[in-house]
């Protein structure tokens, strides 16, 4: 029998994951395999989080995997925190705005205060691009005074927004793979999210 010594299983579905990305084949992978390579966890704040702000379940979840990887404890080089990766700024504006008066940064180390503030901020960004998930995502990692710019732009060319008009090649990717990642999060994941099956 074979033992692969110092190749740990993280490694190896990491490396699976990596090669069915880049040939194109995760969409048709079967339900479980999809689920062994992109995992979901806090299934029930997600559900909670995305019915409060009436969102989709599937693109909260592919913004937490994006962001975090479903490690609530990850911070970022600019101080965003936990699952969502929200910064401290924008958590104690939208305690603010929500009235939290007994909210504190530290708060945010809590899975389903960070799900709830990410979900909240995600669904300012919808209302602000009028429903635009493509907008919305784009300014969730770059920005809204970025997207604000590159819309104005588009819109000067008479051209819609896009992927294409993102300027940042970090949030080109950074919007494809949630895009992605959405409709992975919805085909395996349908039951736990909440979801009804096509």
Not at 36 to 53: D, H, M, Q, T, V
Not at 87 to 105: N, Q
């Amino acid at each position: 029998m074979a033992v692969a010594v110092g190749f740990p299983l993280a490694a190896r579905v990491d490396a699976v994951r990596h090669t069915a990305e880049r040939v194109g084949v995760v969409a048709v992978l079967p339900g479980w395999y999809q689920r062994l390579i992109y995992p979901l966890a806090y299934a029930s704040e997600i559900r909670a989080g995305a019915a409060k702000n009436t969102l989709d379940p599937a693109l909260v979840a592919a913004v937490i995997y994006e962001e975090s990887r479903f490690d609530e404890g990850i911070s970022s080089r600019k101080g965003a925190v936990g699952l969502m990766q929200v910064l401290p700024s924008t958590a104690l504006e939208i305690a603010y705005r929500t009235g939290g008066t007994a909210f504190v940064v530290g708060d945010l180390s809590d899975p389903r205060v960070n799900i709830l503030y990410g979900c909240y901020y995600l669904r300012s960004l919808l209302d602000h691009y009028h429903g635009s998930v493509v907008e919305a995502v784009a300014a969730y990692n770059a920005g809204s005074g970025h997207v604000d710019e590159w819309v104005a732009q588009a819109v000067a060319r008479g051209r819609p927004f896009g992927a294409a008009a993102v300027p940042f090649a970090e949030t080109r990717s950074y919007l494809a793979e949630v895009l992605r990642l959405r409709g992975i999060y919805r085909r395996a994941y349908a039951d736990q999210l909440g979801l009804t099956r096509l």
